[in-house]
């Protein structure tokens, strides 16, 4: 299979006095969390604007219409630096469908993870566009820099400012298999890779760093979720894995396999660096920013580091 050429399109760094968009595509969000988000993201020295209110419906943010109107305003709002989401859980595949990977002006610093990455694995398939997979409002931010469910402030600030490239990320993970890849960083939460099979904005992994991560997952969900991966053809060609810690994901049986093990078994035979255990995602430690579409060289030996060899944003 030929590899598809990508071009990536990066948008402009965010510093200090940047102006932040803070939307919800998926499920609502607990005010008290998005308030103590957004105080977070103005310590940083952000412009926060008001999240417009919203009327969920059940486990959606809002009516589809309502948010789609609402994620594509700051896209086409050039004061508007960076895009934020507010939290996961499940609604975001629905704004796909109002064509919005054809109707967002851009590339802007779209962050966050878990359900947003539908929206991150459509817009770099069909746009190019870098990604930015990191802390929420009120799943990251919420909880302070460099704190148990927080997020770890420097790989932060380096994916959305550095313009330079040469950074590493301390991966914090245990080594499953040794050796140093390099490839463009690809992935994201584990069930969002695996329901865009099919979709047409399903990720090119050949040639990639797959980074896979989600939580609440038993070990069996796992093992289907990665053979179904193996059977639609997107683990062959990979170059390294980097796993998160999938937290809340203890084996039902006592003595049955652990995530740990499934992963090691099923993606062992790939003869590929891999590493698990990072805190990427759904962690209960401070959560790493990983920036998605970039090039980067895997070093898989003790906790491991992701040598980032190209920068996701422009000056």
């Known amino acids: 299979m030929k590899r598809r050429s990508v071009l990536l399109q990066k948008p402009k760094a965010l510093r200090q006095g940047s102006r932040i968009a803070v939307v919800s595509p998926s499920s609502p969000a607990e005010p008290a969390a998005v308030a103590a988000g957004m105080a977070e993201l103005r310590r940083?020295?952000?412009?926060?604007?008001?999240?417009?209110?919203?009327?969920?419906?059940?486990?959606?943010?809002?009516?589809?219409?309502?948010l789609v109107r609402q994620f594509r305003k700051p896209f086409h709002d050039k004061s508007i630096d960076g895009v934020i989401a507010t939290r996961?859980?499940?609604?975001?595949?629905y704004l796909i469908?109002?064509?919005?990977?054809?109707?967002?002006?851009?590339?802007?610093?779209?962050i966050g993870y878990s359900d947003l990455n539908v929206i991150q694995l459509?817009?770099?398939?069909?746009?190019?566009?870098?990604?930015?997979?990191?802390?929420?409002?009120?799943?990251?931010f919420n909880h302070g820099a460099n704190e148990p469910c927080g997020y770890?402030?420097?790989?932060?600030?380096?994916?959305?400012?550095?313009?330079?490239?040469?950074?590493?990320?301390p991966l914090q993970a245990e080594c499953l298999a040794s050796g140093s890849a390099t490839g463009r960083l690809v992935g994201g939460c584990l069930t969002m890779l695996q329901t865009s099979l099919g979709t047409g904005w399903d990720p090119d992994t050949q040639g990639a760093i797959l980074v896979l991560e989600d939580r609440g997952m038993k070990p069996y969900q796992v093992d289907r979720a990665l053979r179904h991966l193996w059977q639609a053809g997107k683990l062959q060609d990979v170059h390294g894995v980097v796993l998160g810690d999938f937290p809340d994901g203890d084996p039902p049986v006592a003595g049955s396999p652990t995530i740990a093990e499934i992963c090691e078994r099923i993606l062992g035979p790939l003869g590929v660096p891999i590493v698990y255990g990072a805190p990427i995602g759904h962690t209960k430690r401070p959560m790493l920013t990983i920036p998605l579409g970039v090039r980067a060289k895997l070093h898989a030996k003790g906790e491991s580091t992701l040598e980032i060899l190209e920068p996701a944003v422009v000056e």
């Open 88 to 93: 996961g859980g499940y609604g975001a595949n």
């Open 122 to 140: 459509l817009l770099y398939a069909v746009r190019s566009w870098a990604g930015f997979y990191g802390p929420m409002v009120a799943a990251g």
């Open 44 to 66: 940083l020295g952000f412009q926060v604007e008001e999240l417009p209110p919203l009327s969920s419906q059940g486990y959606f943010a809002g009516r589809h219409e309502e």
């Open 152 to 169: 770890d402030v420097i790989s932060f600030w380096q994916t959305v400012s550095e313009t330079k490239r040469g950074w590493k990320i």
């Open 97 to 110: 469908d109002f064509r919005l990977g054809t109707s967002l002006f851009g590339p802007k610093c779209l």
